[in-house]
T-cell receptor, first 113, second 112 residues
Framework: NAGVTQTPKFQVLKTGQSMTLQCAQD?????MYWYRQDPGMGLRLIYY???????DKGEVPNGYNVSRLNKREFSLRLESAAPSQTSVYFC????????????FGPGTRLTVL | QQQVKQSPQSLIVQKGGISIINCAYENTAFDYFPWYQQFPGKGPALLIAIRPDVSEKKEGRFTISFNKSAKQFSLHIMDSQPGDSATYFCAALFDNTDKLIFGTGTRLQVFP
């Protein structure tokens, strides 16, 4: 089992460009999450999906959109990238709602110039 | 406003010593408190977790102490090893939701 996989590993964008970060899990988990990690800020939840077909906003959703394509895949889209979105992005999944371990992917390091 | 406050920001400990990281929260709707460990270039991984109906949980060299009345919890690493050098995050989960709120992290360095 690969666990949680993310693509790409690294990306450089210019301000105003768009891109989609891909995430997939092979653990048959219901819940999936997108976080961003910034120095001194910890991990902050952007969006999450408790089940296929549902998505909800987290702490910092502005400037992002998500799609829960199916049970395995959860993508994060930046429509018009800004330098403030320079960060490391992590996808995670968990088996059930509430109180379950979240498994994290290896991250995508995004730089917006 | 940081809902889960973590300290210290960084910690240097000698091999064999005790590492202590503290977290505090305000919202009583939190009801699950995990600690995650992150090595450079990797995603965080669950280390140990506790629910507020117990005051302490121990797994090997790692112990969580939980003080519900003070709304504080801490991670103790006994006999710290160089391999424990990593960033540690406390977190709290809102009751009946999927929203996990993380602290700002503590970078631990254990020197031989």
């Amino acid at each position: 089992n690969a666990g949680v996989t993310q693509t790409p590993k690294f990306q450089v964008l210019k301000t105003g460009q768009s891109m989609t970060l891909q995430c997939a899990q092979d653990m048959n988990h219901n819940s999936m999450y997108w976080y961003r990690q910034d120095p001194g800020m910890g991990l902050r939840l952007i969006y999450y999906s408790a089940s296929e077909g549902t998505t909800d906003k987290g702490e910092v959703p502005n400037g992002y959109n998500v799609s829960r394509l199916n049970k395995r895949e959860f993508s994060l889209r930046l429509e018009s990238a800004a330098p403030s979105q320079t960060s490391v992005y992590f996808c995670a999944s968990s088996g059930a709602r509430n109180h379950n371990e979240q498994f994290f992917g290896p991250g995508t390091r995004l730089t917006v110039l | 406003q940081q809902q889960v406050k973590q300290s210290p920001q960084s910690l240097i400990v000698q091999k064999g010593g005790i590492s202590i990281i503290n977290c505090a929260y305000e919202n009583t709707a939190f009801d699950y408190f995990p600690w995650y460990q992150q090595f450079p270039g990797k995603g965080p991984a669950l280390l140990i977790a506790i629910r507020p109906d117990v005051s302490e949980k121990k797994e090997g060299r790692f112990t969580i102490s939980f003080n519900k009345s003070a709304k504080q919890f801490s991670l103790h690493i006994m006999d710290s090893q160089p391999g424990d050098s990593a960033t540690y995050f406390c977190a709290a989960l809102f009751d009946n939701t999927d929203k996990l709120i993380f602290g700002t992290g503590t970078r631990l360095q254990v020197f031989p």
